[in-house]
C-alpha cells in the first residue's frame, strides 16, 4: 500500500536547481506535517525539513538552511522542496514522509521515530 511517491530527481551541476515533488495517494497531505528526509551511500538518513499543515513556519537543517525551500499546493495533494544552489554533498536519496498521527513540526522533527508512511525515495546526484 503505497500512501507517498516522490520525484523529480535526477542529475544536476553543483550550482544547480531541482525540484522534488510528494504527492499523496490514499493521504490527504495538507491535513498532516511532512518531513524530507535523505540518505547517502554508507550514512544514517537524516532529516532535512518538516513542514506542519499550519502556518507555523517550516524548519530546516542546517546544511540546507537557505538554500532548500518547502511549499504546498494543497489543491494538487503535493508537497515541493525547491533545491538550489545544490552541492556536491546534497547527493543523496531523498524521502518524504508523515506520521500515522498529526503533530505540529518542532524540537525533535528530525526523529525518523516520528513518521509512519514514507514514499520510495528518489535520487539526487550532485556532480560535475
Known amino acids: 500500500q503505497v500512501q507517498l511517491v516522490e520525484s523529480g530527481g535526477g542529475l544536476v551541476q553543483p550550482g544547480g536547481s531541482l525540484r522534488l515533488s510528494c504527492s499523496g495517494t490514499?493521504?490527504?497531505?495538507?491535513?498532516?506535517?511532512i518531513g524530507w528526509f535523505r540518505q547517502a551511500p554508507g550514512k544514517e538518513r537524516e532529516g532535512i525539513s518538516c513542514t506542519s499543515n499550519t502556518d507555523t513556519g517550516t524548519y530546516y537543517d542546517d546544511s540546507v538552511k537557505g538554500r532548500f525551500t518547502v511549499s504546498r499546493d494543497n489543491a494538487e495533494n503535493t508537497v515541493y522542496l525547491q533545491m538550489n544552489s545544490l552541492k556536491v554533498e546534497d547527493t543523496a536519496v531523498y524521502y518524504c514522509?508523515?506520521?500515522?498521527?498529526?503533530?505540529?513540526?518542532?524540537?525533535?522533527?528530525?526523529?525518523?521515530?516520528?513518521?509512519?508512511?514514507w514514499g520510495q525515495g528518489t535520487q539526487v546526484t550532485v556532480s560535475s
Open positions: 490514499t493521504l490527504t497531505l495538507g491535513r498532516y506535517a
Open positions: 514522509a508523515t506520521p500515522r498521527d498529526w503533530f505540529q513540526c518542532g524540537s525533535g522533527w528530525n526523529r525518523r521515530g516520528l513518521y509512519d508512511y
